[in-house]
């Protein structure tokens, strides 16, 4: 990200990661029930907390703040649970997560 700054970046969205254990692929792979898997969602917050940290950091350091944090778990996490205010009825059954599964368990090492 220092980089970015030195090639003259001066405003900078930096998104952490979303609910992984909540995606279409990791449900259909991991989840007999649809809940989301719960050491992928730790995972998200063990991250997302140390990015902050990092960017915090890194702008001090800087003296300016170039990198701004988003916080893109509790964005994605409204999806997850209120799926319906975007149109879907549930997210464990999509016809997105119909392909995102098909591409995910492509085994074909041709």
């Not at 991250?47 to 890194?58: A, F, T």
């Not at 975007?86 to 016809?95: A, P, V």
């Amino acid at each position: 990200m220092q980089r970015l700054y030195y090639l003259g970046a001066r405003r900078v969205l930096v998104t952490g990661t979303g609910p992984m254990g909540c995606v279409p692929a990791e449900l259909a792979l991991r989840s007999a029930n649809g809940d989301c898997d719960i050491e992928l969602q730790r995972a998200a917050f063990l991250y997302n907390p140390q990015l902050v940290e990092m960017i915090k950091g890194l702008n001090h350091e800087i003296g300016a703040d170039v990198f701004i944090a988003a916080n893109a778990y509790q964005m994605h996490m409204d999806f997850v649970t209120n799926p319906q205010a975007y149109g879907m009825y549930t997210i464990t059954i999509s016809y997105y997560s119909l392909y995102v599964v098909s591409v995910a368990r492509n085994n074909d090492t041709r």
